[in-house]
């Protein structure tokens, strides 16, 4: 089992930042492949952005790219989610989650095992 416990997130203005945290216990953290997902009201999860174990590739959605940066600290086992230039419409609850195996596709959310408790991200026009 592995414990996510996430902190961070809040309401900031478009155009602003935020850091999302979500903190790892139980098995070897750098064992899991990571990933962020979020909710708005009324729609389904979706896919934000994804690192591999060691920190070493990438992966995100187009409508984050290039303003949200995923990054980990295995020695700390965190992983983070830097939101830069953010929109309204990136408005929701955010969720880390772990993967021990991907056998599709990093974007889908049943590819993982564990998740947060979730996050409330509001940017305000």
């Known amino acids: 089992q592995v414990q996510l416990v996430q902190s961070g997130g809040g309401l900031v203005q478009a155009g602003g930042s935020l850091r999302l945290s979500c903190a790892g216990s139980?098995?070897?953290?750098?064992?899991?492949?990571m990933g962020w997902f979020r909710q708005a009201p009324g729609k389904e999860r979706e896919f934000v952005a994804a690192?591999?174990?060691?920190?070493?590739?990438?992966y995100y959605a187009d409508s984050v790219e290039g303003r949200f940066t995923i990054s980990r600290d295995n020695a700390k086992n965190t992983v983070y989610l830097q939101m830069n230039s953010l929109k309204p419409e990136d408005t929701a609850v955010y969720y880390c989650?772990?993967?021990?195996?991907?056998?599709?596709?990093?974007?889908?959310?049943?590819?993982?095992?564990?998740w947060g408790q979730g996050t409330q991200v509001t940017v305000s026009s």
């Open positions: 989650a772990a993967s021990g195996v991907i056998r599709s596709s990093v974007d889908l959310h049943y590819e993982y095992d564990y």
């Open positions: 139980g098995r070897t953290f750098s064992n899991y492949l």
């Open positions: 690192i591999n174990r060691s920190g070493s590739r990438t």
